[in-house]
């Protein structure tokens, strides 16, 4: 069974950084590109950053570039989301996705709170 | 960047009945190379990730009932309910995976009229 789980979320204050991590298992991950979705309260979702196989292709939403940065070790099965200059519009549930064309397994996402 | 337009916005049904929803890429979403339609449908219920519900436009994900069904091509797409069950009330997503960024849809949420 295809398991992702997210961790690394809280409360931050606005300037500030975030490590999120998704391990994953039930598959083998260095064959899927992975993404980063994230969801603000009671809102639509927002597709954030993607990484290839091996970590030599990312890209990343215009509202996070140059703030966020996406990693991935496949040796230990794990997806990163490095969040720095953390704004209060990157309040969201932040969902660790696989992708093997679409994006067919998701995480059950974590809450970054960036507030004072 | 491919903006995804859903509607409508929400949608009341009498259980049994039939519920479709729209959804516009403002350009086409078709692959050539492949001869398919790069778009998902998702659904999503309160404090869920969303769900696959219909991958490459009109593929029903294993284990979807089959009151659910996609069509569609280029920038006209459509997700059918035949016969609306209890179970079935969420928000709806389309989504293309054709061009980075990976657009999603505004959602489409379904009530029981």
């Known amino acids: 069974e295809v398991q992702l789980v997210e961790s690394g979320g809280g409360l931050v204050q606005p300037g500030g950084s975030l490590r999120l991590s998704c391990v994953a298992s039930g598959f083998t991950f260095s064959n899927y590109w992975m993404h980063w979705v994230r969801q603000a309260p009671g809102k639509g979702l927002v597709w954030v950053s993607h990484?290839?196989?091996?970590?030599?292709?990312?890209s990343y939403a215009d509202s996070v570039k140059g703030r966020f940065t996406i990693s991935r070790d496949n040796a230990k099965n794990t997806l990163f989301l490095q969040m720095n200059s953390l704004r209060a519009e990157d309040t969201a549930v932040y969902y660790c996705?696989?992708?093997?064309?679409?994006?067919?397994?998701w995480g059950q996402g974590n809450l970054v709170t960036v507030s004072s | 960047d491919i903006v995804m337009t859903q509607s409508p916005d929400s949608l009341a049904v009498s259980l049994g009945e039939r519920a479709t929803i729209n959804c516009k890429p403002s350009q086409s979403v078709f692959y050539n190379s492949d001869n398919k339609n790069r778009l998902t449908w998702y659904q999503q219920k309160p404090g869920q990730p969303p769900k696959v519900l219909i991958h490459?436009?009109?593929t029903r994900e294993s284990g979807v009932p089959d009151r659910f069904s996609g069509s569609g091509s280029g920038t006209d797409f459509t997700l059918t309910i035949s016969s609306l069950q209890a179970e079935d009330v969420a928000v709806y997503y389309c989504h293309q995976y054709h061009t980075s960024p990976y657009t999603f849809g505004q959602g489409t949420k379904l009530e029981i009229k």
């Open positions: 490459w436009a009109s």
């Open positions: 996705v696989r992708s093997s064309h679409y994006f067919d397994s």
């Open positions: 990484i290839n196989w091996d970590g030599s292709s990312t």
